[in-house]
């Protein structure tokens, strides 16, 4: 069963920055794709950023230019930069690894971490 763990939430206030990461002891990490989502109250799951095994990355509309996506596949490890954050970015992010090329569906998504809770005041 592969594991992901997240960390690096907490409360922050409105324009300041946090980084996620997300640990796995997966071998087979540097071919998956790497995906961030984020679960706000009451809203479905939702992609935020990803990042293939050739290191392509992508990003919903509201994180490009703000949030940054990156892996260390030494470390077998994925990141989450998220700068200017908003009160909206509040929600619980969710690390997750897919088999496939590419996608920013849920439900293409294999294994999943616990998630961590990020909260933007204003």
């Known amino acids: 069963q592969v594991q992901l763990v997240e960390s690096g939430g907490g409360l922050v206030q409105a324009g300041g920055s946090l980084r996620l990461s997300c640990a796995t002891s997966?071998?087979?990490?540097?071919?998956?794709?790497m995906g961030w989502f984020r679960q706000r109250s009451g809203k479905e799951r939702e992609f935020v950023a990803g990042?293939?095994?050739?290191?392509?990355?992508y990003y919903t509309g509201s994180a490009r230019g703000r949030f940054t996506i990156s892996r260390d596949n030494a470390k077998r490890m994925v990141f989450l930069q998220m700068s200017s954050l908003e009160p909206e970015d509040t929600a619980i992010y969710y690390c997750?690894?897919?088999?496939?090329?590419?996608?920013?569906?849920?439900?293409?998504?294999?294994?999943w971490g616990q998630g961590t809770q990020v909260t933007v005041s204003s």
């Open positions: 990042v293939t095994r050739t290191d392509g990355k």
């Open positions: 997750a690894a897919s088999r496939l090329a590419w996608s920013n569906d849920t439900r293409d998504y294999d294994y």
């Open positions: 997966e071998r087979s990490f540097t071919s998956a794709l």
